[in-house]
């Protein structure tokens, strides 16, 4: 399931996946077993923590990547979306011209839904299918939203206007959040960096004279 989150990234399946992590754990494995002194303790402790961190490497960090991603170009997407309904279209014809003039990783995942609906799919089908392949919440409930006001015929304007608008409210709460930790980071660096060096100057006179 979360390979399939990955989108284009992934460059295996799941069998793929979980023979290439047994295998290289089993290098490791092996190779601190031969060059280690003490290797019946470092070997299972050292291939153990390559086993999580290989799925790390592979599957987490890209996938929290991928969400940042989206969610990034969520705004974007369903503004042009949202203008595209206001001159009359429906769903599928706006989802067509927003695909065909926005380029971005999420308007790819929409391409790929409307393809399926060519194929014979239906466009809540097709979309709900889409999810499974998104790992961003965000824009999952967005979907959702979108599909329950086509189901129960709601204004799917009005649905647009506010995800949004919750949409803008988050970005700015995660830009002010942002800024909240700038002061943080300063004092990080001030304490890394800029005391020490006022230290050394207060104090690399006496230094000097009393090593002299």
Known sequence: ???DMLGG??????TAFINLQLLSSLIVFLVVLYESKHAYIFAPAITLA?????????????????IRKLDHEALYFFEILTLTLESGRNLE???EVTVANVKSELSDEFKRAL?????GKSLLEALEDMKKRIPSETVNNIILN?????????????????????LRDKQILEIKGQINKIPNKISIIS??????LIMILILGPFLLNFFG
């Open 146 to 166: 979108i599909t329950q006001t086509n189901i129960f015929g709601n204004s799917i304007l009005d649905t647009m206007y506010n995800q949004i608008a919750f």
């Open 115 to 119: 393809l399926e609906v060519h194929f």
């Open 93 to 95: 014809n706006s989802l």
């Open 191 to 196: 304490v890394l960096f800029v005391v020490p």
């Open 50 to 66: 390559w086993y999580y961190a290989y799925y790390y490497l592979i599957i987490t960090k890209p996938l929290k990547a991928r």
């Open 9 to 14: 990234k992934a460059k295996f399946d799941a």
């Open 1 to 3: 399931m979360q390979i």
